[in-house]
């Protein structure tokens, strides 16, 4: 199959690498010169493990490609997916289609023979109708169907993910699309991945519904730790025990400070948007964002307990910055406003993260960024364990006793056993466990 991508950012890149590895030929487009021009010399605009190795195996076995000219891409494509970004919209939350109509209306006057146009970037609800309308507009003669084929990767394990998917969802009524499509995945179904045909809005809404659906189950073990924490319990046991009930499942029953990154929060809050529109409200999911919303800086409040409330004159050693580990992605970390509020506390802050301090560096001010978690330890009064990095698994206990003005960890990743961090002469705290 001949296939553009429209879009290289983290579901473009991926996607599109992944099916120039299945063997199709693959153009991947962006309007950023300088992005392209990178990706020509090899240099990957992400961080994302193993990526950089399968882009350069496809682009040398002739199979993949980089491109700022849409127009002679899509007219030689039996494909065309849309993965630009969706952000959300400054003031009101809404998804912000500009850049997926803005798209739309360049691949359609450059349609030649049958093309499936393809939503892969997270859309309302409807915008599939939307941008078939603008195809049709623009090219009444176009020869299209659209359809919708929403993406489940996750960041720092995209290339696993997208090759073991646990299901691929495909929304559209067109027979010959269906079949490009089916053809498109076909590696994916002799590897046994289910693929769900449905109609193009249900396949819209079902990835909403996912992203609700985990943002939600991840607020309620938050809350479920916050009691815990009260009444003696360990929020460790109680999700592996509710966990082990196959209704339940254990996946994403992980307590931390809050979910983060560039698709739960903006994606609940476009679905809570879309719900009051239509005068259904999701209330569900409103109450997982304001829950999570204020549980970022009351991770700030944790830390200060134990110096009785604030910090001021203290220093506080944070490690890893990034929404979650393997990836530089700084967007909407939980790190940006528990920074903040510990700021606001009087604290003066250290940090150090394996892979996002560039990126970090543009979103957190006032901050001395260390070269290794010792360094940022040295002198502090308490570390932080922000994000699970592998390598603040097995840190060095008595090593950073002796360096730290202080020793006192709080652990809003639960890395750590209790036992052995006290062990060590540390007060430890953490998410949701008897300290
Ligand atoms: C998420 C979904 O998991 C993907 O299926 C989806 O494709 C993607 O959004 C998207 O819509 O593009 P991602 O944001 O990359 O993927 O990362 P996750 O691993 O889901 O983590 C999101 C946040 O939830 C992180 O801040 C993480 O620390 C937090 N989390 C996750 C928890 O606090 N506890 C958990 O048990 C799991």
Redesign the pocket.
């Known amino acids: 199959m001949r296939i553009t991508m429209v879009g290289t950012g983290y579901?473009g890149l991926v996607s599109g690498t992944c099916f120039a590895d299945f063997g199709h030929q693959v153009t991947c487009v962006d309007k950023n010169v300088d992005k392209i021009a990178a990706l020509d010399r090899g240099v990957i605009p992400i961080y994302e493990p193993d990526l950089d190795r399968l882009v350069e195996a496809n682009v040398r076995a002739g199979r993949l490609a980089f491109s700022t000219e849409l127009p002679e891409a899509v007219a030689n494509s039996d494909a065309v997916f849309i993965a630009v970004g969706t952000p959300s919209r400054r003031g009101d939350g809404h998804a912000d289609l500009s850049y997926v109509y803005a798209a739309a209306r360049e691949i359609a006057v450059n349609l030649k023979d049958f093309t499936v146009v393809i939503t892969k970037s997270?859309v309302p609800v409807g915008t599939g109708d939307e941008v078939e309308r603008l195809i049709r507009d623009t090219n009444p003669q176009a020869d299209v169907a659209v359809a919708s084929n929403p993406?489940?990767?996750?960041?720092?394990a995209a290339i696993r993910d997208f090759k073991h998917p646990d299901r691929i969802v495909v929304g559209t009524d067109d027979e010959r699309a269906r079949k490009i499509i089916a053809e498109i995945y076909r590696p994916l179904y002799l590897n046994q991945a289910p693929v769900m045909f449905t109609g193009r809005r249900t396949a819209e809404l079902i990835k909403y519904a996912?992203?609700a659906f985990?943002a939600t189950k991840?607020t309620f073990i938050n809350e479920i730790a916050d009691l815990a924490e009260k009444v003696g319990a360990d929020v460790q046991e109680i999700a592996r025990g509710i966990g082990l009930d196959n209704r339940i499942g254990a996946?994403?029953?992980?307590a931390?400070p809050?979910?983060?990154?560039?698709?739960?929060p903006k994606?609940t809050r476009a679905l809570v948007k879309t719900a009051q529109d239509h005068e259904t409200p999701i209330r569900i999911v409103e109450a997982v964002l304001s829950v999570n919303e204020i549980r970022k800086r009351a991770m700030a409040r944790k830390v200060a307990a134990v110096f009785g409330g604030s910090l001021r004159g203290k220093t506080v050693a944070l490690l890893g910055l990034t929404?979650?580990p393997n990836t530089d992605d700084m967007r909407e970390s939980?790190s940006i406003p528990l920074v903040t509020a510990l700021q606001d506390l009087g604290a003066t802050i250290k940090a150090y993260d394996p892979v996002g301090m560039e990126q970090a560096r543009n979103e957190l001010t006032d901050v001395t960024y260390c070269s290794g978690p010792y360094e940022c330890a040295e002198g502090a009064d308490a570390l932080v364990i922000v994000t699970e990095w592998e390598q603040f698994r097995a840190l060095d206990l008595g090593r950073l006793k002796q360096q730290m003005a202080c020793p006192v960890m709080v652990d809003l990743r639960n890395v750590y056993r209790p036992s052995e961090v006290a062990a060590h002469g540390f007060k430890y705290e953490s998410v949701g466990r008897p300290s």
């Open positions: 579901v997270t993406e489940f990767l996750r960041e720092g996912a992203n985990l991840i996946k994403f029953l992980h931390g809050g979910f983060g990154g560039s698709c739960f994606d929404f979650k939980p």
